[in-house]
């Protein structure tokens, strides 16, 4: 997807975050799809207005907004949903939404070159840990079996780090779609991850240690 007609959707609830925002996609060449502040507010534009990918705060104001990322994926297993947070604990949803299957995490602390990354890369289908948060995310999966995997697998699981897709990992490596698939699907069962976020982030994590 070109870069020029990414359409993000702006679900944050402090307006100072949210049009420094705003400004960011602008001035990366992104457009902003629309804005919303409070979760009934995101949850009917979200359903009535068109956009590429979603950045979606944790919590708004006293709600948590894990319970509309569901609801958006249960719709659509490919909604290309971005989770920004100021947190890094175990209790903000963070852990939730890699169960629920969002495909991307960004700290609000980060720089923001990381978050147009996170967007681009999720609007175009693949994953996005931010390496602050890859810790947290992979938790309950099983580092150590790191040693376990296979040169191609560990290979994929790091392509998938980068944001890559399933289908441009199976072009740049020669495989087909479902062999690289096979490979993510015994390296997540091989690190105990309950998801393929999860495993990835398990790879970023140990580039980080690197």
């Known amino acids: 997807m070109p870069e020029e007609q990414i359409e993000v959707m702006v679900i944050e609830d402090h ?3 949210r049009k420094g925002v705003e400004l960011l996609l602008r001035q990366s060449g992104l457009r902003v799809a629309g804005v919303a502040g409070e979760l009934e507010e995101a949850r009917a534009l979200l359903a009535r207005r068109r956009h590429d990918v979603a950045l979606i705060d944790i919590h708004l104001g006293e709600e948590n907004s894990i319970g509309l990322v569901e609801e958006l994926l249960a719709r659509d297993s490919d909604a290309a ?6 947190y890094m604990g175990v209790t903000d949803g963070i852990g939730e939404a890699v169960r629920v299957g969002a495909r991307g995490f960004v700290l609000k602390t980060s720089p923001p070159p990381r978050l147009i990354d996170a967007l681009r890369s999720v609007a175009a289908g693949g994953t996005f840990i931010d390496p ?31 944001g890559l897709t399933g289908q441009k ?18 390296a997540t069962a091989k690190l105990g991850a309950k998801t393929r976020v999860q495993a990835v982030a398990l790879a970023v994590r140990e580039r980080g240690s690197l």
């Not at 790191?146 to 994929?156: C, G, K, N, V």
């Not at 072009?171 to 698939?181: C, H, I, M, W």
Request: no cysteine.
């Open 132 to 162: 602050g948060l890859a810790s947290v995310l992979a938790r309950g999966a099983d580092g150590s079996q790191m040693a376990t995997l296979s040169p191609r697998e560990r290979e994929i699981l790091h392509l998938l780090a980068d």
């Open 81 to 86: 949903i971005v989770l920004y947070t100021g």
């Open 169 to 186: 990992i199976a072009e740049q490596l020669f495989l087909s779609p479902e062999t690289v698939r096979t490979h993510v699907r015994n």
């Open 15 to 17: 307006l100072a975050i």
